[in-house]
């Protein structure tokens, strides 16, 4: 950003300053500056679209963060979204609540968080909405990809004996790691090329909750985890040291991890672990089973129940 | 909403509430429920995307106009801007920061809200994100739609001597009609589908804002109005005899009326007014001129200069 010239603190300053630093695509025939933009979406491809408020103070503190975090951060958790059903994102729509007082500086800071991004995914920041008020920052941001052939992977497609797989190790990303995760666009396509994949979706509320999502849209069903197979964070076991719980236990229920749980028949469990595809780094965790319900087995062989203990917007007040 | 069962406060639970309430619809094969929606976009048109955020204490205050007022006020300035392009909509995503000590009551009152404008509209709720927190009331929704052939109506195409129209009486929406807007989808369709417009916008910051908007994007014209031929709403009498401005500057200035300001050829003009396809309503209201600047011509044939003064996100704090 070293063309940044200060804006005016009027909004169509602003949303004019945005809109210069907006490079031209193809696919967005009209971005920044009508009353919608238009993109077009490959024919037989399907629009995909998903939305993601962070607010200060629960998602991050911009205090303590910057707005540049926080920018690179509420763009990031939308591309996992889009990775999660092995989309291609197109186009970015930015709405924020900005702090009156440094309103101009906040939303330069956002932009810059967020270019960097935007541009190695190839996702044009193609429209939003500019307000200031007196309460703290939101920024909600709404992405717009389209699915590749053949189609979207859903969270409900799982099957009893299917192997579960993760792409990285998981638990403590509140030390840091979800301020800048990297979304999983590349890994997903990767994984989608390659093979037929049952089910996936991205870990934000924590492995355990979010394969529970996967196991209910699939009817019911319940897995096995084998315990000693679910990669562990280095992070987990930090805030282990510092909080008593277990880096297990961290590695199941944190969350804000964003890499991905995938669901693979049995026949391609082997394949995929033996020549995973490139980039995708994989960790077989366990097993689908037709009986309902979460189980950990530990390496002794021991299987108790477990209960997702992920986050829930509503009730919990644990990020930020 | 008769079939209405208070949810448990949970996030999921909610999430599960709406979508027993989301009818199934063919051109969105996955709503609530994954993580991203996916949309059928109709072969040869362009996806439509708008986004607005609504905050409580700035375009509304919930504990006087209430959840559902609110919900309603939220999805409609959204798809008015989908009438701007006159385009089609087809899918909304809500991301909300609920009050914590309310949540749920405010989702089902935003949701109550929503449901009968998006019914009407042919429009699914499909996706979102809920969140609660200890600040206002913040509302972001986004709206997918498409293109209608020959294609979006941009607010760059128009051109010295084009006529200058309004699709209502315009002023004074503060005093309650900026609350339940009628989206003018349906009008901004039967004018494309008869007449080639030139330029189109809806009246949300002003009507000399949006239409100066339209002047600089066409590369900097002019216009001139006729002030006796602007529709002024009763809404702005009753605002000026309070206030002290002319009605003709609440018309002018006060924005979020929600109307279409549409510029056509002259040549269209006249066959226009004799026969606008139902059901718009049409106002000549003045004619586009070469040079820059907005002017207002009196009964009387005077020509004055006049500057927009409408709303802008960031400076000002004049709706709630």
């Known amino acids: 950003m070293n063309q940044s010239v200060p804006p005016a603190p009027g909004e169509f300053d602003l949303i004019d300053w945005i809109r210069r630093r907006s490079p031209a695509d193809e696919r967005v025939p009209l971005g920044i500056g009508d009353d ?6 490959a024919a037989g491809a399907q629009a995909l679209v998903t939305t993601d408020m962070l607010m200060d103070g629960r998602h991050f503190r911009l205090a303590e963060h910057g707005p540049e975090a926080v920018g690179y951060k509420a763009l990031a958790v939308n591309l ?3 990775a999660a ?3 291609v994102p197109l186009a970015a729509f930015v709405a924020v609540a900005l702090p009156r007082d440094r309103a101009a500086e906040v939303a330069r800071g956002l932009h810059a968080g967020m270019t960097p991004l935007a541009a190695r995914f ?4 193609a429209g939003g909405d500019t307000n200031a008020w007196d309460g703290p920052l939101v ?11 053949p189609g979207p992977v859903l969270r409900s497609g ?9 792409t990285g190790p998981l638990g403590g990303s509140l030390l840091g790691r979800h301020l800048h995760p990297e979304p999983r666009i590349v890994e997903a396509l990767a994984l989608h090329r390659a093979f037929a994949l049952r089910a996936l979706i991205d870990v934000s509320d924590g492995l355990a909750s979010d394969l529970d999502h996967i196991l209910t849209e699939s009817g019911g069903l319940g897995a096995t985890l084998d315990a000693g197979a679910i990669p562990v964070h280095a992070d987990a076991e930090a805030m282990g040291r510092q909080d008593g719980r277990s880096p297990l236990d961290h590695a199941l229920n944190d969350g804000e991890d964003f890499e991905l749980c995938l669901v693979v028949a049995p026949e391609d469990a082997a394949r995929l672990l033996a020549d995973p595809p490139s980039p995708a780094r994989l960790h077989r965790i366990g097993t689908v089973d037709s009986a309902p319900g979460l189980r950990l087995r530990s390496p002794a062989g021991d299987v108790t129940p477990i209960r997702p203990r992920g986050f829930d917007h509503l009730a919990s007040d644990r990020r930020g």
């Open 36 to 41: 919608c933009a238009a993109v077009r979406i």
């Open 80 to 82: 996992s979204d889009i």
């Open 85 to 87: 059903m092995a989309g």
């Open 122 to 125: 190839g996702v044009v920041l």
């Open 139 to 149: 920024v909600s941001i709404t992405v717009l990809g389209e699915t590749v052939a």
């Open 158 to 166: 799982a099957r009893p004996g299917d192997a579960i797989f993760v």
